[in-house]
């Protein structure tokens, strides 16, 4: 593990020289890039591995650990809370917690970057959902482009890593599914630089790769910020 997580660190700093950022920057490195990154990140699209989608065989949700496990080497990993809570506590606003430890989020209001619309949250049986966790780079993608041959230990990373995960709208990201960038964006178009950013930077950190049309519509998506 620890060697999976000194690449993937290693990466990070190369990003880090890359785009500019500071020790603070890297730290935060969760927040939505500022619009001075955009043109770092289209020349970071050139550093990724473009070749085609390997099949899908094998996949399984399982392949990437227990969903939102706390025992995980990644930022919020070990600090007592499920990975679904924190990123909630990260991404709402006028947050209530149902614990002393602030690790149950029981309601919050979600700016929501994919539809632009604001959600009040509610946790319950039939409420939850209307917030989801998303996988900016979905876990079947990553699957089919590369993380067939990581280690069980970097894809669990990967699918708890907040850098990869965004609350959102609950029927945006069912309609988004297991989509990459040529298939699908956010209809909040204000967004979309900041969402093709971030996607780049999980494939540059993880050595994600990208198909020609994917890379072709990062580009398109960034000339156009």
């Known amino acids: 593990m620890k060697r999976v997580l000194t690449g ?14 500071t020790g ?6 969760s927040e939505p890039a500022p619009a001075a990154d955009v043109g770092a990140s289209a020349e970071l699209v050139d550093s990724l591995h473009v070749r085609g989608r390997a099949p899908k065989t094998g996949y399984a949700r399982e392949q990437f650990g227990e969903p939102w496990t706390d025992a995980v080497d990644v930022e919020y990993g070990r600090n007592g809370c499920d990975t679904r809570n ?12 149902g614990d002393d430890r602030g690790c149950r989020v029981m309601s919050g209001v979600l700016d929501d970057p994919y539809t632009g619309e604001r959600i009040d949250f509610r946790r319950g049986e039939r409420t939850s959902s209307e917030v989801q966790i998303d996988h900016l780079v979905p876990l079947s993608d990553a699957w089919q482009k590369g993380a067939q041959q990581w280690s069980r230990e ?7 890593d907040p850098i990869n995960l965004l609350a959102v709208d609950g029927a945006a990201n069912s309609a988004k599914s297991d989509a990459d960038v040529a298939t699908w964006l956010p209809p909040h178009r204000a967004y979309r630089c900041t969402y093709v950013s ?10 994600v790769w990208v198909t020609q049309a994917e890379a072709d519509a990062m580009r398109r998506e960034l000339r156009r910020c």
């Open 154 to 160: 970097k894809r669990i990373a990967f699918a708890n």
């Open 86 to 97: 924190d990123i909630l506590r990260r991404d709402l606003t006028e947050v209530v917690f």
């Open 24 to 29: 603070d920057d890297i730290l935060a490195r």
């Open 8 to 21: 993937i660190a290693s990466v990070v700093v190369l990003l880090a020289v890359v785009l500019g950022w």
């Open 198 to 207: 971030k996607i780049v930077n999980v494939k540059a950190t993880y050595g």
